[in-house]
């Protein structure tokens, strides 16, 4: 099992920053990526940021060059910079852990950070 646990959300002015954390704890065998998704009310969930083992970063249109993913693997931890924040950044953000075991994809998620951006 992959327990994950974000935390950094928050009220923030447009044009602002924050920093969400997902450390992730259990077992690291078949992890191929880490990644933030999210969602807000009444859309369905989407992703904003992925990692792969070997770094290879990818980002949704919306937020290419003012959202940066990184993870720091001596703390288990993926990390999503946020800059530059816009009203419709506002949603529910999940870390997601992509598994893969014996060829198929399972996906694990954390219970979300609610990130909120006031005009």
């Known amino acids: 099992q992959v327990q994950l646990v974000e935390s950094g959300g928050g009220l923030v002015q447009a044009g602002g920053s924050l920093r969400l954390s997902c450390a992730r704890s259990?077992?690291?065998?078949?992890?191929?990526?880490m990644g933030w998704y999210r969602q807000a009310p009444g859309k369905q969930r989407e992703l904003v940021a992925t990692i792969t083992n070997g770094g290879t970063t990818n980002y949704a249109d919306s937020v290419k060059g003012r959202f940066t993913i990184s993870r720091d693997n001596a703390k288990n931890t993926v990390y999503l910079q946020m800059n530059s924040l816009k009203p419709e950044d506002t949603a529910v953000y999940y870390c997601?852990?992509?598994?893969?075991?014996?060829?198929?994809?399972?996906?694990?998620w954390g219970q979300g950070t609610q990130v909120t951006v006031s005009s």
């Open positions: 997601n852990a992509d598994r893969r075991w014996l060829g198929v994809r399972h996906d694990y």
């Open positions: 259990g077992s690291i065998l078949g992890i191929n990526a």
